[in-house]
């Protein structure tokens, strides 16, 4: 029963370079996202999906691309890595239960970009 | 647009002692009132929630009190304790758009 799996857990980039972070759920979930949490700070959506082949922007998209070519999987593009894109890395899927939306996060992947 | 905004930013309450947790909304249309709770180096994970046909909620020591006029809900954390110590958030969503908004977190930190 994995949930949300996000890899990898941690990296560090250089400025300039380009990375994908990868999630995938098992939970047959339509809804998929993308937050980055700054240090004391709250969750910004980067992006969301509503389902395979459906994108779009949340707060702070600048910097960043998604896909979603499966119901399973969600990866996250970096290109061009700047200082700015320091950050936990949070996938999440969710799922409108009998009362509202439920929310599964993965664990996160700390990026530092030096 | 922030249409869940949430405070205090931090907290500190001694062990035994209630904590508080308040936020406020915006979106009328919003029906469904979840709280998240983030262990460091964890994910956020769902703790409690409601629907704005009830006034309260309680789950053991965790307690939404919900305030539709005022468009409000807080969570009351009773005889809190150290485990406790986490990020918590509040969000809103409303059954048309599954898409949820979150709070901008309250650090909650138990003392001995």
């Known amino acids: 029963n994995a949930g949300v799996t996000q890899t990898p857990k941690f990296r560090i980039l250089k400025i300039g370079q380009s990375m994908t972070l990868q999630c995938t759920q098992d939970?047959?979930?339509?809804?998929m996202y993308w937050y980055r949490q700054d240090p004391g700070m709250g969750l910004k959506l980067i992006y969301y999906?509503?389902?395979?082949?459906?994108?779009d922007k949340g707060e702070v998209p600048n910097g960043y691309n998604v896909s979603r070519s499966t119901t399973e999987d969600f990866p996250l593009r970096l290109e061009l890595a700047a200082p700015s894109q320091t950050s936990v890395y949070f996938c999440?899927?969710?799922?409108?239960?009998?009362?509202?939306?439920?929310?599964?996060f993965g664990q996160g992947t700390r990026l530092t970009v030096v | 647009q922030q249409q869940v905004k949430q405070s205090p930013q931090s907290l500190i309450v001694q062990k035994g002692g209630i904590s508080i947790i308040n936020c406020a909304y915006e979106?009328?249309?919003?029906?469904?009132f979840p709280w998240y709770q983030q262990f460091p180096g964890k994910g956020p994970a769902l703790l409690i929630a409601?629907?704005?046909?009830?006034s309260e909620k309680k789950e053991g020591r965790f307690t939404i009190s919900f305030n539709k006029s005022a468009k409000q809900f807080s969570l009351h954390i009773m005889d809190s304790q150290p485990g406790d110590s986490a990020t918590y958030f509040c969000?809103?969503?409303?059954?048309?758009?599954?898409?949820?908004?979150f709070g901008t977190g309250t650090r909650l930190t138990i003392i001995p």
């Open positions: 979106n009328t249309a919003f029906d469904y």
């Open positions: 409601i629907r704005p046909d009830v």
């Open positions: 939970m047959n979930h339509n809804y």
């Open positions: 999906s509503v389902g395979a082949g459906i994108t």
């Open positions: 969000a809103a969503s409303d059954f048309g758009n599954e898409k949820l908004t």
């Open positions: 999440a899927s969710s799922y409108v239960s009998g009362q509202g939306t439920e929310a599964f």
